[in-house]
């Protein structure tokens, strides 16, 4: 059975950090695009982060650009995502997701296979 297993999620104030994991059972995650998208109170998912299947190749959204850090371990089949100078309003559920977008498609969530449970991030003071 193909799970991914998100953690790292907690309370955290403002300024602080906080690393996120996906971790894969029963796939390899290097052979897919791995994205990280969030779900704030009342409002819709969004995709914000992506690192490319095969490489190290990374994306991200205007919002959090220049604060998260996505990244890979191979060896141990997670993609992690490091977030710095946390705000309030990073506040929200974040899931990882697997799939093969296209670049133009990182933001679709039909184009992923498969999601994880998500886990919770709150930044509060």
């Known amino acids: 059975e193909v799970q991914l297993q998100a953690s790292g999620g907690g309370w955290v104030q403002p300024g602080g950090a906080l690393r996120l994991s996906c971790t894969g059972s029963?796939?390899?995650?290097?052979?897919?695009?791995i994205s990280w998208f969030r779900q704030s109170p009342g409002q819709a998912r969004e995709w914000v982060a992506a690192i490319r299947q095969g490489g190290s190749v990374t994306y991200y959204s205007d919002p959090i650009r220049g604060r998260f850090a996505i990244s890979r371990d191979n060896a141990k089949n997670t993609v992690y995502l490091q977030m710095n100078n946390l705000k309030p309003e990073d506040t929200g559920i974040y899931y990882c997701?697997?799939?093969?977008?296209?670049?133009?498609?990182?933001?679709?969530?039909?184009?992923?296979?498969?999601w994880g449970q998500g886990t919770q991030v709150t930044v509060s003071s």
């Open positions: 997701a697997r799939g093969r977008p296209i670049v133009s498609a990182l933001s679709n969530e039909e184009m992923y296979y498969s």
């Open positions: 029963g796939v390899t995650l290097r052979d897919y695009t």
